[in-house]
């Protein structure tokens, strides 16, 4: 089984739970990890995968506690660095009464992580690597380290993976800059993941036939268009096919992109990059079925990491 190494911020999500309500109205919250690649990467470590994450923390309680829910789930942390200097980063989420998420950033450690600090990473040693990060086109140091990274995984011939996770909050005053960098990376990338609100950014069409047909002629990756409780778009080679998810009551929508992500890869990482490539739709559809699943019973639980511990092979064959 090849090793998955997942790039990009590990952070303190402070959860609102008065439901409906906004951050500034809000009372009570709750602490839970996250961070996209985080959350990937203890998703593919609760299905049993090998994994690593490289991120920074603050020298602090919290970073001392997304080091220990990393380590819960069998994630290697040895390229985790503590900064001393900087506080870990804190994403307040207000989950409103229809399960969706707003955000407000309080960025710290996090943006900091440096190319110098990743280079002693022996990418070749890992089958796989995943770009998921929410702040890694944020300028800084960790936007240099990200996109090294990347360059380097493609020149070791890594199964390179790229999820733009797009916020609002973030680059709603710099959206092009956003976009000219995901069509970077998805230009070179062998998968992507997109919602279908950042297919419409992405591509500037209004619908998904339209955006499919934008992302498929500007790339030769495969991609996953997420679609909610619809299931998911499979682009591959000119084609699409929509892959239906499971009926789930759901509870709470974070995780449930990085679910599926951290399934396929997950399902992946048992396969050679040649024995990946000559995949047709029966098996990429395979893939996603199974990682519909996963994305699905993420949804049933309050915040992903408790989510992710009901994860297990298992599920694949529910």
């Not at 770009?131 to 944020?138: D, H, N, R, V």
């Not at 950014?201 to 409780?229: N, W």
């Not at 778009?233 to 929509?242: D, I, Y």
């Not at 098996?283 to 699905?296: I, P, Q």
């Given at each position: 089984?090849?090793?998955?190494?997942?790039?990009?911020?590990?952070?303190?999500?402070?959860?609102?739970?008065?439901?409906?309500?906004?951050?500034?109205?809000?009372?009570?919250?709750?602490?839970?990890?996250?961070?996209?690649?985080?959350?990937?990467?203890?998703?593919?470590?609760?299905?049993?995968?090998?994994?690593?994450?490289?991120?920074?923390?603050?020298?602090?309680?919290?970073?001392?506690?997304?080091?220990?829910?990393?380590?819960?789930?069998?994630?290697d942390?040895?390229?985790?660095?503590?900064?001393?200097?900087?506080?870990?980063?804190?994403?307040f989420?207000?989950?409103?009464r229809?399960?969706?998420?707003?955000?407000?950033?309080?960025?710290?450690a996090?943006?900091?992580?440096?190319?110098e600090?990743?280079?002693?990473?022996l990418?070749?040693?890992?089958?796989?690597a995943?770009?998921?990060?929410?702040?890694?086109?944020?300028?800084?140091?960790?936007?240099?380290?990200?996109?090294?990274?990347?360059?380097?995984a493609?020149?070791?011939?890594l199964?390179?993976?790229f999820?733009?996770?797009?916020?609002?909050?973030?680059?709603?005053?710099?959206?092009e800059?956003?976009?000219?960098r995901?069509?970077?990376?998805?230009?070179?990338?062998?998968?992507?993941?997109?919602?279908?609100?950042?297919?419409?950014?992405?591509?500037?069409?209004?619908?998904?036939d339209?955006?499919?047909?934008?992302?498929?002629?500007?790339?030769?990756?495969?991609?996953?268009?997420?679609?909610?409780?619809?299931?998911?778009?499979?682009?591959?080679?000119?084609?699409t096919?929509?892959?239906?998810?499971?009926?789930?009551?759901?509870?709470?929508?974070?995780?449930?992109?990085?679910?599926?992500?951290?399934?396929?890869?997950?399902?992946?990482?048992?396969?050679s990059?040649?024995?990946?490539?000559?995949?047709?739709?029966?098996?990429?559809t395979?893939?996603?079925?199974n990682?519909?699943?996963?994305?699905?019973?993420?949804?049933?639980?309050?915040?992903?990491?408790?989510?992710?511990?009901?994860?297990?092979?298992?599920?694949?064959?529910?």
């Amino acid at each position: 089984m090849n090793k998955i190494l997942c790039i990009g911020e590990a952070l303190i999500d402070m959860i609102c739970t008065d439901k409906g309500l906004s951050l500034s109205d809000g009372e009570h919250f709750i602490k839970k990890a996250g961070g996209a690649p985080m959350n990937v990467a203890a998703a593919i470590g609760a299905l049993g995968g090998h994994v690593a994450v490289a991120a920074k923390v603050g020298e602090d309680p919290f970073g001392k506690h997304l080091i220990e829910v990393l380590d819960g789930f069998n994630v290697d942390t040895s390229h985790v660095v503590k900064d001393p200097r900087h506080f870990t980063t804190f994403a307040f989420v207000s989950l409103m009464r229809n399960g969706e998420r707003d955000f407000y950033f309080n960025r710290g450690a996090d943006g900091q992580l440096s190319a110098e600090e990743t280079d002693s990473i022996l990418v070749q040693s890992f089958g796989i690597a995943h770009f998921g990060s929410a702040t890694g086109f944020l300028p800084g140091p960790l936007q240099d380290a990200y996109s090294k990274m990347f360059y380097k995984a493609l020149d070791e011939n890594l199964f390179v993976s790229f999820d733009p996770n797009y916020r609002e909050l973030l680059f709603g005053n710099n959206k092009e800059e956003f976009i000219l960098r995901s069509w970077e990376f998805m230009g070179k990338a062998d998968f992507f993941k997109v919602s279908d609100e950042e297919a419409f950014l992405l591509t500037g069409k209004s619908s998904i036939d339209e955006a499919a047909s934008a992302l498929m002629a500007r790339t030769k990756a495969v991609f996953a268009i997420t679609l909610g409780k619809e299931g998911t778009l499979l682009g591959l080679e000119g084609s699409t096919f929509l892959v239906p998810s499971i009926a789930i009551k759901q509870v709470d929508t974070t995780g449930a992109g990085d679910a599926f992500v951290g399934a396929l890869l997950f399902q992946l990482s048992k396969f050679s990059k040649n024995e990946i490539r000559s995949m047709g739709a029966k098996e990429w559809t395979a893939l996603f079925s199974n990682a519909n699943k996963a994305g699905a019973r993420t949804c049933e639980y309050m915040g992903a990491m408790e989510a992710f511990k009901q994860l297990n092979d298992t599920i694949f064959s529910d």
